[in-house]
């Protein structure tokens, strides 16, 4: 770090000494842990979604050699949950989940990773699934680590893009042995075979965005170098008619890191999102650069203070290895922060053991602070997947943290932080919770806009309400861009409400 930036860096943490921490408390819940040998080294996510209709989402858990679990959300003030797993979630082998509404009859359903075949499950009311029937849809025998979806222009069925990870049946492997990103794109009311994207660098975690705001989401791979040793890369898909992998020339810089997930936000105000990408040794914050008329951007981990490299606490000096990534105003200042869950593989002696999870807080002059410690949510765990939700609908958002070899950790926001609103978007027609498009809150310090998306992270994601930190603004207009491109106009709201956005 050059000696000037780093006066100023501790100058700016001095000056912004007033930026409010959150308490997280932990809950009681049932009991879960992430295990198994080498092919659940990776993978532990957590789907957050509500399946029963009360407006509480629910935790659907990957068990890895241990059963997956969906856990009932109870909560009033106090965060509660039940373990009441139906028959058809109850599965060995899974790596993560995305819940997403597939054929957007208002009731979310389940894309599960496995180490063998994927699953898409049907929800139906109460919580109960069951296998698309009708679709067309048949996985193949994978180890999938990473899930994205879109809806492509003129389509009914999502695009449905599976990550996998070392091809385990490769003789000659696991290194240099990495398969391939499976596209699934539907014909009408139908799957069929999927398109392989290769080449496949082992991949952890992907992404679909729309990142240059032209109405198409395009692809971003996060990839293991741990496995496909040399040659290989961070990739970006064109999602052309024939996808193709962006060049150097469009302005795509490719780099090699230990890609573990891909967290996605508008940082700067511009519109456009910026990414946090974790992995063994760094993070990286890469702030996007219009500039190019491209798919640049620039890194800005250390400049921003976001770098979390070692442990902030446990007195191991070694390297962190980071997971699940991402941003949410976890104290409602109107500043989006950065959760990333941490831990060892398994016994990697060159990365630390005592390697607590990072909380890094948003200051006014956009520098990063760490905070876990201070905030009760640094643990020790060797965590993997995440999630920060509102659990409870208080409108702070909560902590979901999933661990490898030890027991599921839930901690409840019992801060008294700023306002806040919390948005429900659907629309009458295919694509339900209108994936691809976005929404923007105008508060007297900008515009937020936020992306809806389905994927990235590390094995799992959220889908409902979207959540907006707004300090003290105490009114706030709202606007929504469809996937379309369509605009509606903008209306004022109060704060501290859940608000339905309905086309």
């Given at each position: ?19 409010v921490i ?25 789907a ?16 890895g050699?241990n059963?997956?679990q ?9 965060i509660a ?5 139906p028959?058809g ?12 509404d597939?054929d ?13 075949l ?9 919580c109960q699934?069951?296998p698309?029937t ?15 979806a ?30 391939p990103?499976?596209?699934y794109?539907p014909e ?8 392989h ?7 952890l ?12 989401a395009?692809?971003?791979v996060s990839?293991?170098?741990h496995?496909?040793?040399r040659?290989?890369?961070e990739?970006?898909w ?6 193709r992998q ?22 700067t105000?511009d ?11 760094d993070?990286?914050l ?39 990534a ?25 990365a ?23 905030a009760?949510?640094?643990?020790m ?12 609908n208080?409108?702070?958002l ?7 070899g030890?027991?599921l950790?839930v ?12 948005l429900?978007v659907?629309?009458?027609?295919s ?11 105008k508060?007297?310090?900008g515009v ?6 389905i ?6 994601g ?17 606007r ?6 369509s ?9 501290n ?7």
């Amino acid at each position: 770090m050059r000696l000037e930036f780093a006066i100023f860096a501790t100058l700016a943490t001095v000056a912004n000494a007033d930026t409010v921490i959150p308490q997280f408390t932990n809950v009681d819940v049932p009991k879960h842990a992430y295990d198994g040998g080498w092919e659940h080294f990776v993978g532990g996510g957590v789907a957050v979604f509500d399946c029963n209709g009360d407006s509480l989402p629910e935790l659907f858990l990957a068990g890895g050699s241990n059963r997956s679990q969906l856990f009932i959300n109870t909560s009033k003030e106090q965060i509660a949950f039940q373990a009441k797993t139906p028959e058809g979630l109850s599965l060995a082998g899974v790596t993560g989940a995305y819940p997403l509404d597939v054929d957007s009859d208002g009731i979310v359903d389940l894309a599960i990773l496995r180490v063998g075949l994927d699953l898409l499950l049907r929800g139906d009311t109460d919580c109960q699934f069951s296998p698309f029937t009708e679709l067309g849809f048949q996985s193949e025998d994978h180890w999938t680590t990473g899930f994205s979806a879109t809806w492509e222009s003129g389509q009914t069925l999502p695009t449905l893009a599976f990550g996998t990870y070392v091809d385990r049946f490769d003789p000659e492997g696991p290194f240099e042995s990495c398969g391939p990103t499976l596209l699934y794109r539907p014909e009408g009311d139908l799957y069929h075979e999927p398109l392989h994207l290769e080449p496949g660098y082992c991949s952890l975690s992907i992404f679909f965005s729309d990142w240059a705001r032209t109405g198409r989401a395009d692809l971003r791979v996060s990839n293991d170098r741990h496995y496909y040793v040399r040659g290989g890369h961070e990739q970006l898909w064109a999602m052309e008619p024939e996808p193709r992998q962006y060049s150097e020339d469009e302005g795509w810089l490719p780099y090699s890191i230990w890609g573990m997930g891909i967290a996605s936000r508008d940082l700067t105000g511009d519109g456009f999102p910026e990414v946090y990408l974790t992995s063994m040794g760094d993070q990286k914050l890469q702030i996007f650069d219009p500039v190019t008329n491209g798919p640049t951007w620039l890194d800005a981990t250390y400049e921003k203070g976001t770098t979390a490299h070692r442990p902030h606490i446990g007195g191991d000096g070694r390297p962190s290895t980071g997971w699940h990534a991402q941003f949410g105003d976890v104290n409602n200042d109107g500043r989006d922060d950065i959760f990333v869950a941490k831990g060892n593989v398994d016994q990697m002696p060159d990365a630390a053991l005592n390697d607590p999870n990072n909380l890094l807080l948003q200051n006014s002059d956009g520098q990063f602070i760490e905070a876990a410690a201070d905030a009760g949510a640094a643990s020790m765990s060797k965590s993997r997947g995440a999630a920060i939700a509102d659990l409870n609908n208080d409108g702070k958002l909560d902590l979901v943290v999933v661990n490898r070899g030890s027991e599921l950790e839930v901690s409840q926001n019992t801060s008294q932080g700023g306002n806040w609103l919390l948005l429900d978007v659907t629309q009458d027609q295919s694509n339900h919770a209108a994936i691809g498009g976005f929404v923007e809150v105008k508060t007297s310090l900008g515009v937020q806009t936020r992306e809806l998306t389905i994927g990235g992270g590390h094995a799992g994601g959220i889908a409902g309400f979207q959540h907006f930190g707004l300090g003290s603004e105490d009114q706030v207009q709202v606007r929504m861009i469809w996937p379309d491109g369509s605009k509606d106009e903008w209306l004022d709201y109060q704060p501290n409400q859940i608000i339905r956005l309905h086309r």
